[in-house]
């Protein structure tokens, strides 16, 4: 086995030279697909993305990948949007070469989205509205510039998903946060109309199925203005149904343990914020009642 893969990478690296493609750029080809999901990633979002590490498995059909992180939207208390712990992939030799490359399986681990809001205002319609104006209409897919690798994706797994929704119902009043463990999440028919997808495509697809599940599953856990407010958002879009897409979602008894907490923090956050409400109209109280001390004859 560990010959023929051996013999498998020779014939790769010949058929890259006799199409033209230089050795130097075939050995930094680790780089080159790190600074493409990067780019990739920043197009999609709207934020800064970047990868620890990218390694390609020329002679094994896989690749790996570590450390992504897409920044937050400017004035969000989080630090990333979205982060993701590692990625794994299997390739179908013979559509290598081609326009369109197979991947047979295609999985995510650990992956965490915060999701923040303060008052109207939330860091998931910023990013939902640059996929949508990047987006072409009638379709969930950004237009790419240029001319890029096309995959078709047969199984995608996103392992292992966190979603910690951050809010205060208005600002300066405290904000409650709360999680949504989501066990895996199945993607099914990527890029099955023949043309595929770009990585670009990929990440605004992933981000999509992300949250329309954390809607599904997240009852109990998200006030119901968080969850209609990112609900609409995601109306904006084009359905994943439109692009053949099949979603699907595996939940834990972590979510009902985050049920329990998600009440608990709430019913603390509601107590603290009537508490600074109280104070607030006392305070207004007290000055107003010295103000018309002040005014009244007598009464100094």
Known sequence: MKI???????????LLVVIGVPVLAFMFIDRAAKAAIEAGGSFATGCATTVDSAKVGIMSGTFGMSGLKVANAPNFASPEFLSLGGADVSVSYGTLQQPVVELPWLTFRDLVINLDRDGAKSNYNTVLDHIKSVTPKGGAQP?????????????????????????????????????????????????????GVTFKQLSSIIIEAVLKTTVDVGGGILPAEFSGDLSRALS??????????????????????AQEQAKAQLDKVLKDANKQVDKVLDDVQKKAGDTLKNLLPGKK
Not at 172 to 188: Q, Y
């Open 4 to 14: 023929k893969r051996i013999i498998i990478g020779l014939v790769i690296v010949i």
């Open 236 to 257: 904006q879009l084009g359905s994943l149904d439109q692009l053949g897409v099949k979603l699907t979602n595996q939940v834990g008894p972590e979510l009902q343990k």
């Open 143 to 195: 237009v790419p510039p240029g001319d890029e690798k096309r995959f078709i994706i047969k199984n995608l797994e996103i392992k292992n998903v966190d979603v910690r929704a951050n809010w205060s119902v208005a600002p300066g009043l405290p904000a409650a946060k709360v999680h949504v463990p989501i066990e895996s999440i199945t993607l099914a028919n990527i890029g099955s109309d023949g043309k």
